[in-house]
T-cell receptor
Framework: DAGVTQSPTHLIKTRGQHVTLRCSPISGHKSVSWYQQVLGQGPQFIFQ???????GRGNFPDRFSARQFPNYSSELNVNALLLGDSALYLCASSLGQTDGTQYFGPGTRLLVL | GQQLNQSPQSMFIQEGEDVSMNCTSSSIFNTWLWYKQDPGEGPVLLIALYKAGELTSNGRLTAQFGITRKDSFLNISASIPSDVGIYFCAGRSYGGATNKLIFGTGTLLAVQP
């Protein structure tokens, strides 16, 4: 069975631009969470979506938004990119809304110049 | 962002040695997870713990959910070169309505053949 997939694998943008990252969860999983991991730190929670609705949001500005589609895949959008948005963006899927066990994808490496 | 206290920060050991690392939190968790992350990749789930006092093994790995619900440890026995990587603990808060995980600061493990 396929694990969590993410696209693209790498992305280079300039300040002020917009970016869209995509995630497909493990088949049968209905919850998708997004995390940001800057170099040298553990992942930080950005959003959780379950059944197409936002169920949780971390301490990130409104420039960050996300949505989940009927097939449970998800997009993370970041507007007005800043240099500090450079990071590895990770998607994690789980069966349910409060099922703590999460499986991560390979991530999208975003570099903002 | 919020991170759990994880120690040691790094370990440099000889192949065949046993390894022990731990994670502490100021708040109670109902789930503890241990992940391994290789450079440029997403975290891979090693062990999931759901009950205070629970001791779970996965091959040469053993992890325990502390009875206070505020700590967890991971042991690796008879280390091999492929154990090299960064190990993260992660916890999910008790009673939360989301799947938000809080990660530790990570333990870098280097194994010399």
């Amino acid at each position: 069975d396929a694990g969590v997939t993410q696209s693209p694998t790498h992305l280079i943008k300039t300040r002020g631009q917009h970016v869209t990252l995509r995630c497909s969860p493990i088949s049968g999983h209905k919850s998708v969470s997004w995390y940001q991991q800057v170099l040298g730190q553990g992942p930080q929670f950005i959003f959780q979506y379950y059944e197409k609705e936002e169920r949780g949001r971390g301490n990130f500005p409104d420039r960050f938004s996300a949505r989940q589609f009927p097939n449970y895949s998800s997009e993370l959008n970041v507007n007005a990119l800043l240099l500090g948005d450079s990071a590895l963006y990770l998607c994690a899927s789980s069966l349910g809304q409060t099922d703590g066990t999460q499986y991560f994808g390979p991530g999208t490496r975003l570099l903002v110049l | 962002g919020q991170q759990l206290n994880q120690s040691p920060q790094s370990m440099f050991i000889q192949e065949g040695e046993d390894v022990s690392m731990n994670c502490t939190s100021s708040s109670i968790f109902n789930t503890w997870l241990w992940y391994k992350q290789d450079p440029g990749e997403g975290p891979v789930l090693l062990i999931a713990l759901y009950k205070a006092g629970e001791l779970t093994s996965n091959g040469r790995l053993t992890a325990q959910f502390g009875i206070t619900r505020k700590d967890s440890f991971l042991n690796i026995s008879a280390s091999i070169p492929s154990d090299v990587g960064i190990y993260f603990c992660a916890g999910r808060s008790y009673g939360g309505a989301t799947n938000k995980l809080i990660f530790g600061t990570g333990t870098l493990l280097a194994v010399q053949p």
